[in-house]
């Protein structure tokens, strides 16, 4: 299962590559979609080594491997993420929806700290958040795809207030956040997998 949970999320993050540039094209520096291909193509090529391990250690190894691979802003961003995630997991046996909700809390307040950032500000977050939400509430992994999704779409009426676009003013509203779209593909890609291996 966490060979699959691996591919497929990385997968999922190169396939999405054009459409994560065109978003931080309108109002970042365009670099997403490379980066973030980049930073999972490692992780892809890594999986067998990864899916070895158990999924604490796991999570931690393929959060330093973003932090190296992905640059910019978003590598430490998913770094502390997926670090902050593994240390949570780490050790426990029974691994169930509200073990994971309680990890994201916690990987969410890294995400927070590390980019002194608060939902609502056009940013990762702005996904995390509602996800975190809806994991902890006992939604099914279905609904908690669809709200990702949602959520990341729901990013473009706002102005940013964080990191590049936030340059912009005014005329970054009308675009999705590219790292709130990243972490919707990513939620929507480990819904899928933990959906179906039950
Ligand atoms: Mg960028």
């Given at each position: 299962m966490l060979s699959d949970l691996i591919k497929e999320v990385c997968e999922a993050v190169i396939a999405h590559e054009a459409e994560l540039t065109a978003l931080d094209s309108a109002i970042g520096d365009g670099d997403h979609g490379l980066n973030m291909k980049r930073g999972f193509s490692e992780l892809l090529a890594k999986s067998d080594e990864l899916a070895g391990q158990e999924v604490g250690a796991a999570l931690k190894a393929a959060g330093m491997t973003l932090v190296m691979k992905?640059?910019?802003?978003?590598g430490p961003l998913y770094g502390s993420l997926f670090m902050s995630l593994g240390k949570e997991l780490a050790g426990k046996t029974e691994i169930d929806q509200s073990v994971i909700a309680e990890a994201l809390a916690v990987a969410q307040a890294a995400v927070m700290a590390r980019g002194k950032s608060q939902p609502g500000?056009?940013?990762m977050l702005d996904v995390i958040a509602p996800v975190q939400q809806k994991l902890a509430e006992g939604a099914a992994l279905t609904d908690v795809a669809a709200a990702a999704l949602a959520a990341a779409e729901a990013t473009a009426p706002i102005q940013a207030l964080?990191?590049?676009?936030?340059?912009l003013g005014e005329r970054s509203i009308g675009h999705v956040d590219p790292g709130a779209r990243s972490s919707a593909v990513i939620t929507e890609a480990a819904c899928r997998v933990l959906e179906r291996s039950g």
């Open positions: 992905v640059g910019g802003a978003s500000q056009k940013t964080k990191g590049r676009a936030s340059f």
